[in-house]
């Protein structure tokens, strides 16, 4: 059983990422391991200082937008006892990484995009660790992490997994969140205060975008799981669009920003088919607000 930190299309095999938060909860103390415990009683207390942080007026420099997919860590399964794992991101283990990369130097268009997904049956979970951690390195200091629910999910399975495999040297994941330049684009679209938490679909519905998983155009040899981690990155790195012209109160990176996303998106879709929906959404490509102004 496959979990992200983001849900798109209902699978049998994929659970929701509503459990993400309960997944979170139910981490170690990170003081069991001699580091300090950094997690917040509360969601909100990310949102806060991701915001007082974040200084959005500056350039992004290199943006790492990252995505997992985890699973059952059968050996820490049967170690623990349990018949089944659920949500528990500590007995869970990725089994794919997505990273989009791309430029962002203070004019709200994204230039020089890459992506690079890791899966656990090319790479094994270390080799996924490790490539994450050389893409994620080049945005930890001038550039900016970005994720969907990371601060609850992503990041904290990646310091869980590093520990399982004696990775204890620099940590270029959690070095991005502890300098502010990680931008958590589920707390942007939150309720804030209100307890509310929405999923990637909803998010991208809430701005006009449909992202219900990975439909295929024609044949595909991806397996599911990668093609829905590359999907999810692709909504993320457009809601974090969004995101970035609400706090400059500039329409730049929407009037710009999403078609050159999607120009990229349609470049690569020739060997990714599947997302080919994602980038020929009408909300990415027409240059303005969906729906109609009464």
């Known amino acids: 059983m496959m979990h992200s930190n983001s849900t798109t299309g209902r699978r049998p095999d994929l659970v929701s990422g509503r459990g993400a938060a309960k997944a979170f909860a139910m981490l170690p103390s990170h003081r069991a391991y001699g580091l300090?415990?950094?997690?917040p009683s509360h969601p909100d207390e990310h949102l806060i200082v991701d915001r007082r942080v974040m200084d959005w007026s500056l350039p992004c420099g290199r943006c790492c937008v990252l995505d997992?997919?985890?699973?059952?860590?059968?050996?820490?399964?049967s170690l623990a006892g349990r018949s089944k794992v659920g949500a528990d991101s500590c007995l869970r283990e990725i089994r794919v990484a997505t990273v989009l990369g791309f430029d962002e130097d203070g004019s709200g268009v994204p230039s020089n995009f890459t992506m690079s997904t890791f899966d656990i049956e090319t790479h094994g979970e270390l080799g996924i660790i490790r490539n994450v951690e050389n893409l994620v390195a080049a945005?930890?200091?001038?550039?900016?992490?970005?994720?969907?629910?990371?601060?609850?999910f992503d990041l904290p399975v990646l310091r869980s997994r590093r520990l399982r495999w004696w990775l204890v040297d620099d940590d270029a994941a959690m070095r991005s969140a502890a300098a502010g330049r990680h931008v958590d684009v589920m707390l942007e679209f939150s309720m804030a205060g209100?307890?509310?938490w929405p999923t990637l679909v909803d998010a991208c519905a809430s701005v006009g975008m449909a992202l219900h998983g990975p439909t295929r155009i024609g044949p595909s040899s991806f397996p599911y799981p990668v093609e829905k981690c590359?999907?999810?990155v692709a909504g993320t790195a457009a809601l974090f669009l969004y995101a970035l012209a609400g706090n400059r109160r500039s329409d730049v990176a929407l009037r710009a920003g999403l078609p050159a996303l999607s120009r990229y998106l349609r470049s690569v879709a020739?060997?990714?088919p599947h997302l080919t929906t994602v980038a020929m959404n009408r909300a990415m490509a027409q240059g303005g607000p969906w729906g109609t102004v009464h």
């Open 194 to 196: 209100q307890g509310r």
């Open 139 to 152: 945005c930890a200091d001038a550039g900016t992490l970005i994720t969907f629910n990371g601060a609850a």
């Open 230 to 232: 590359e999907v999810d």
């Open 36 to 39: 300090p415990d950094e997690r």
């Open 68 to 77: 997992l997919e985890t699973g059952p860590d059968r050996y820490a399964q």
């Open 270 to 272: 020739t060997g990714r």
